[in-house]
């Protein structure tokens, strides 16, 4: 079992462009930067059997992490539970801690006169409705309460698609987990930006300077055309100790640089 997580992004509303995939964005960066290694993200409709099959998929892989976004809530298409349910082979059943997270929700709805009365209608009820076996997780910002499920050595997680909810779920609730699985490992990243040189003409040099440090990953990345060559190139690592890789990314970057400079570039940091 590695250090590696996944993500399933469910929602139509992705698939058609009309939503900007900002929570992968975000997780990615925020796994990332908590030791952990995001290996792939995935975007599945609001189909039951759909979620299900890209759920299978990523439990093939025997990652540490799933995690999904988008399907918890109370209409006909947040159908994230059902198609988890459906990949595990478990039933999909009320569950009581997380009725009562729904309850009290709507009773400080109640209080603060966003409501006017307190009912545990069907469309309620229904953000309840997990996975057997699923532990709920709070959710202090919205309705729906996260879901948490150990599987086969996989720890899955759904979490709401709204990003304010599904942000203050994970820092509550899945931070932890994240950091006493990366332990002391941590990302360390720099950039420096480069002028006057085509990123064909860099791709050599990256090659160079990742062989002579193989422990440095570089990637450039494009700002402007490339007749009007000006490129970010970042490098990162991910270790334990702070000091060595900030070494270590120096040391590369100050390889790759006079490259650069030997061949016409420009460096900007």
Sequence with gaps: ?????????????????????????????????????????????????????????????????????????????????????????????????????????????????????????????????????????????GTAPGVMISYKGTIMVALPGVPPEMEAIFEESVVPLLKKEAGKLAFFEKSIFVDSIMESSLAPLIDEAMHDNPYVYIKSHPKCREEEPRLEVHFSTTMENAKEAEERLEKTVRQLSRLILKSGGKIRR
């Design 1 to 141: 079992m590695s250090k590696k997580a996944e993500m399933i992004c469910v929602g139509n509303e992705l698939l058609i462009g009309k939503i900007l995939n900002t929570n992968a964005q975000w997780l990615a960066r925020r796994v990332t930067s908590l030791g952990m290694t995001v290996n792939r993200i995935t975007v599945a409709s609001d189909d039951i059997c759909e979620i299900a099959k890209v759920v299978c998929e990523a439990i093939g892989r025997k990652p540490k992490f799933i995690i999904t976004t988008g399907g918890l809530g109370p209409t006909f298409d947040d159908k994230t539970l059902e198609g988890i349910a459906k990949a595990l082979d478990r039933k999909l059943e009320i569950n009581n801690k997380a009725l009562k997270m729904v309850k009290e929700k709507y009773e400080n709805y109640a209080a603060v006169g966003k409501l006017e009365k307190i009912e545990l209608t069907p469309p309620r009820v229904k953000m309840a409705r997990l996975p057997a076996r699923s532990k709920p997780l709070p959710n202090s910002v």
